[in-house]
């Protein structure tokens, strides 16, 4: 068994926000969510060869997958991972409410939450929904032992370790640091061409430790593998200029322990040329915009 230093997934492609150039390349409308059996075949092909010190169940948004109580429980049954390592779901938090076995579910697995906040109150809609998520998290704190804490880094987040009979929920901040990680939207959008790998990597729009498993591969991130996403949605009338992103090779599952070792290791590879070099801030708009609003404005330079 490998140590791996992270692995995520999608349990859901699709999402009920449409945050502007999100990196996972949900806010495009996808609607398929990842079923039980599917997650089972693609655990079982690696769930032998490596264990990862932090495993994210994410999307997306997570929640919109009905099954995801079970998936919390199948999840931690499956794998095995190190001492002292994270087990979290990320969350927009907007659909909570919905699931009440949940915090239970959380204590059962030592799994924790992270509600990601995509506005602040200049963006009414959004706030009121995510104000009653605070106030239902405060509830569960006073019934269950959960700590609600704020926490905006993955090395803050990394020293959390639930017990027994606690564990934690925490929300992030994704507004303040927001970045482009592509130009455009739908058959309109484009990869940055700076022609710096090094430097894109430096800057890495994903944090740099970001592999996925998608299909029953490891890929290197998740622009790598949800750039698939835009293929099989758009086909041929996706900008060409994706095409050389598109010939990326993830890790395979019939691979050997080196294959393994080394796909970790490594850093900028030609991929890379995709994301921006020098990544922009911006302030994204209200992610309640409906994705019409993208698609009637997807101008290219960041135009809307
Ligand atoms: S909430 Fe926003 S950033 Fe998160 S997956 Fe959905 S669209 Fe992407
Ligand atoms: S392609 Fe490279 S630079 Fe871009 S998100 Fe992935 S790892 Fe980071």
């Known amino acids: 068994m490998i140590e791996i230093p992270h692995l995520e997934w999608h349990i859901s492609h699709s999402c009920n926000l449409s945050c502007e150039s999100c990196i996972h390349f949900t ?17 079982s092909l690696w769930n032998k060869k490596v264990s990862p010190k932090r495993m994210i169940l994410l999307g997306g948004e997570p929640f919109l997958n009905k099954n995801i109580i079970d998936i919390v ?24 409410e919905n699931y009440p076995d949940l ?3 959380l204590r059962d697995t030592k799994c924790m939450l992270q509600i990601s906040i995509h506005g602040d109150e200049s963006k009414k809609e959004y706030y ?28 803050e987040f990394q020293k959390l370790q639930p017990t027994e009979d ?16 592509y130009d455009g939207f739908g058959i309109n959008s484009a990869p ?3 022609n710096n790998i090094k430097q894109s990597w430096d800057n890495c729009v994903a944090g740099q430790k970001c592999f996925q498993l ?50 970790f290791k490594k850093e900028e590879e030609p991929v890379c040329g995709m994301c921006p070099s020098n990544p922009q801030m911006f ?22």
């Open 192 to 194: 940055f061409e700076d």
């Open 283 to 304: 302030s994204k708009k209200d992610p309640t915009l409906p994705v019409s609003f993208y698609e009637k404005n997807n101008k290219l330079k960041y135009s809307y």
């Open 103 to 105: 915090p239970k579910a």
């Open 73 to 96: 429980y199948l999840t931690k049954e499956m794998w095995t991972q190190p001492k002292e390592s994270n087990y979290w779901i990320t969350t927009n938090g907007l659909l909570l």
């Open 214 to 263: 998608y299909e029953g591969k490891i890929y290197k991130c998740c622009m790598t593998a949800y750039l698939n996403l835009q293929k099989n949605k758009y086909g041929n009338v996706l900008s060409k200029k994706w095409d050389p992103y598109l010939k990326y090779k993830p890790l395979e599952s019939n691979c050997s322990d080196e294959d393994i070792i080394n796909f």
């Open 166 to 181: 606690e564990t934690y929920v925490i929300y992030r901040d994704m507004v303040s640091d927001w970045t482009r990680a």
């Open 128 to 155: 009121k929904r995510i104000k009653k998520v605070f106030s239902l998290i405060e509830d569960w704190e006073k019934k269950y032992n959960i700590k609600f804490v704020e926490c905006n880094t993955d090395e």
């Open 27 to 43: 806010n495009h409308n996808h609607s398929e969510v990842v079923s039980i059996e599917k997650l089972k075949e693609w655990y």
